[in-house]
């Protein structure tokens, strides 16, 4: 969240005597493209819909003529799972942080409850599949921020027993135990208590997320789980030189420890051309804000939404560079070239960030598995792109879980 031609044939190029295998027709690739992607597990780790349900005029069942998902879209686009975003700006802290985070959950349980034979509650890698086998979407939540635990490791667990999954460290600015990417350093990265939080998550199987964390805070916290970290919707800063992207050496050693990194469609951390023309002006952005304004007051979900439209209106009168939505599968080749396709994953940033030409919304995920076949991606290495990445640190810190928890004997504390 933000408040944040492809592509030559399926060639293994062949100088020097290796058996080159011919380009397959494009319509032979499409069609397997769509076989594969609709037998896989696509799983979105970064969505924040949940806005838009508190403000009381959205629902997921029917399809919607505004935002990037609702049931219609993600069954037409092969969404088998998606974390819900638990989301409040980093200033409201204590009491209110913790009350906003509550109210979002429920939203989130509440629109799962009313639409049970088409979407229901996940909480394991297992109930992911399960929910795949029955034929209905996993819905799964992510808390965006460690400033709404109220720093209070109690409700950090209360958050795990309502089904939450995975907790970004920070958002934009820095919380009381934890330097954020976008803020000046105040812990020098993660705090003695930090750390602690850390080991809580890993005790709970609640995955660590150090998207908008700084470098420091990255680090620290690689140091200190014992589960593998993700990046639930970071992308490559060797191609968008901004601090919410990870350089080359952070994803090499999120990758030795397991960890994924999830790519962000957001165009501002997927293009450096746009990225230095919202620099260049930044007028820009303030015009844009204020208009977001006027059109939505304080409803988030709706500031959401508009400030995505608003900034392709600019882009449409040419003020802003046009984003094409191959520079997702530029972010994904790059890392995969890095660190191979074991550690990368999709985390869109929908309905929370500025989307794309091609990628408006969930419906065209299919093109992603077409692009990386014709790029010459193996079928099995797409799935793991498309989800199996992310179920697998979902398995392996329930793992950590079940360990770290299976020397207590409750009964004699
Ligand atoms: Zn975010």
């Known amino acids: 969240m933000l408040r944040e031609s492809i592509i030559a044939g399926a060639l293994l190029c062949a100088m020097g005597g290796v058996v080159v295998k011919p380009k397959a027709p494009v319509a032979e690739v499409a069609a397997r493209a769509r076989q594969l992607h609709f037998s896989a597990i696509v799983v979105d780790t970064h969505d924040d819909t949940t806005q838009r349900f508190l403000d009381g005029d959205f629902n997921l069942l029917p399809r919607s003529s505004s935002g990037s998902i609702d049931i219609p879209r993600m069954k037409e686009g092969g969404l088998g799972a998606i974390f819900f975003s638990i989301w409040i700006p980093s200033k409201i802290t204590g009491s209110d942080a913790v009350k906003h985070a509550i109210d979002q959950i429920d939203a989130v349980r509440e629109q799962v409850r009313r639409y049970p034979k088409e979407i229901t509650l996940a909480t394991t890698a297992e109930e992911v599949r399960q929910a795949r086998k029955g034929g209905r979407i996993a819905a799964l939540m992510g808390v965006e ?5 109220g720093n209070d490791l109690g409700v950090l667990r209360s958050y795990a027993a309502l089904g939450v999954r995975y907790m970004t460290l920070t958002h934009s600015g820095n919380n009381e135990w934890a330097d954020a990417s976008t803020d000046k350093p105040a812990h020098n990265g993660l705090s003695d208590f930090g750390k602690e939080v850390v080991r809580e998550m890993n005790r709970r199987g609640v995955l660590v997320d150090i998207s908008h964390v700084s470098d420091k805070t990255f680090y620290d916290a690689l140091a200190t789980s014992e589960a593998p970290l993700i990046a639930s919707h970071s992308s490559c800063r060797a191609i968008c030189d901004h601090p919410r992207n990870m350089t080359d ?10 960890g994924v990194i999830q790519i962000n469609y957001h165009i501002g951390f997927l293009s450096q051309e746009f990225r230095n023309a919202e620099r260049a002006d930044p007028e820009i952005d303030k015009a844009i804000a204020a208009e977001v304004q006027k059109r939505c007051g304080d409803k988030e979900g709706c500031q959401l939404i508009e400030g995505d439209r608003i900034t392709r209106e600019y882009v449409e009168k040419g003020k802003l560079p046009r984003v094409q939505w191959t520079k997702i599968i530029e972010h994904i080749d790059h890392a995969v070239k890095l660190v191979g396709a074991d550690h990368v994953g999709l985390g869109s940033d929908f309905d929370g960030a500025n989307m794309p030409y091609g990628m408006e919304d969930a419906s065209k ?7 990386l076949l014709r790029k010459g ?4 290495d797409v799935k793991k792109i498309l989800g199996e990445n992310t179920l697998r640190v979902m398995s392996e810190a329930e793992r950590v879980s079940r360990k770290l928890n299976s020397g207590i004997d409750f009964a004699s504390e």
């Open 145 to 149: 921020g460690g400033h709404m635990i």
């Open 249 to 258: 050496p952070m994803i090499e050693d999120l990758a030795a420890k397991g």
């Open 365 to 371: 995920l299919p093109q992603i598995t077409e692009a």
């Open 377 to 380: 991606y193996s079928e099995g």
